[in-house]
C-alpha cells in the first residue's frame, strides 16, 4: 500500500510558476515509478510527466521545456516544478505512485492559471 498526498496547488498568473510536492507514506525508492497526471474539465486525465527508480524522467509533449520532475529519496517526495506557466495548464493535479503491480493516487491539487 501507498498512501500519496500532494501540496502545492493555487491560483498563478500566466507567464508564474508553481512546485507540487507530493508526499509517499513508504520509500520512494522502492516505488517502480512515480508520476503527476492532471485533469482539466471535460477532459481525460494525462501524464503529466514520470519519473522512474533509474531516474529516467518523461514529459507530455505540452509541458516539455517547461516542467520539471523531480525526487527527494531522503523526505519519500516528488516535486513538479511548473514554470511559464498557461492558462490551458489548469486542471488538478494527481500524483500517481506504480509500485508491486498496483496503480495509486492522491487526492488531486487544483492549478488554477489566469491570463
Known amino acids: 500500500q501507498v498512501q500519496l498526498v500532494e501540496s502545492g496547488g493555487g491560483l498563478v498568473q500566466a507567464g508564474g510558476s508553481l512546485r507540487l510536492s507530493c508526499a509517499a507514506s513508504?520509500?520512494?525508492?522502492?516505488?517502480?515509478?512515480m508520476a503527476w497526471y492532471r485533469q482539466a474539465p471535460g477532459k481525460q486525465r494525462e501524464l503529466v510527466a514520470r519519473?522512474?527508480?533509474?531516474?529516467?524522467?518523461n514529459y507530455a509533449d505540452s509541458v516539455k521545456g517547461r516542467f520539471t520532475i523531480s525526487r527527494d529519496n531522503a523526505k519519500n517526495t516528488v516535486y513538479l516544478q511548473m514554470d511559464s506557466l498557461k492558462p490551458e495548464d489548469t486542471a488538478v493535479y494527481y500524483c500517481?505512485?506504480?509500485?508491486?503491480?498496483?496503480?495509486?493516487w492522491g487526492q488531486g491539487t487544483q492549478v488554477t492559471v489566469s491570463s
Open positions: 519519473i522512474r527508480r533509474s531516474e529516467t524522467t
Open positions: 500517481n505512485a506504480f509500485y508491486s503491480l498496483n496503480d495509486y
Open positions: 513508504r520509500s520512494i525508492f522502492s516505488i517502480d515509478y
